[in-house]
Nanobody
Framework: VQLQASGGGLVQPGGSLRLSCAASGNIFKINTMGWYRQAPGKQRELVAVITALISGSGRTNYADSVKGRFTISRDSSKNTVYLQMSSLKPEDTAVYYC????????????WGQGTLVTVSS
């Protein structure tokens, strides 16, 4: 599984940004996809996750810090997951990483390259 993330950039506080993560390869083994972020000097943390890329309920879960502001969604026809970020705050500044978890427990986690989101005036 390969993950290609895009969409980071500089945005003012209160602004919006959308991240995209396109999956390729053996996508049928993907169980969950999500976004993590890592701010300078901090540990990587889960931001949002959605179950199943191709089919299924597409249940979502969010970190408390982004609930009501961020929305994770998927486009199964494009094998792509999106993170719509609104009402951005300076504390949202971080490198955002796309992640995919496999249905097979012995498989490794899959990571995309990070994309930097900077929220600053």
């Amino acid at each position: 599984v390969q993950l290609q993330a895009s969409g980071g950039g500089l945005v003012q506080p209160g602004g919006s940004l959308r991240l995209s993560c396109a999956a390729s390869g053996n996508i049928f083994k993907i169980n969950t996809m999500g976004w993590y972020r890592q701010a300078p000097g901090k540990q990587r943390e889960l931001v949002a996750v959605i179950t199943a890329l191709i089919s299924g309920s597409g249940r979502t879960n969010y970190a408390d810090s982004v609930k009501g502001r961020f929305t994770i969604s998927r486009d199964s026809s494009k094998n792509t997951v999106y993170l719509q970020m609104s009402s951005l705050k300076p504390e949202d500044t971080a490198v955002y990483y796309c992640h995919a978890g496999s249905v097979w427990p012995d498989d490794p986690d899959y990571w995309g390259q990070g994309t930097l989101v900077t929220v600053s005036s």
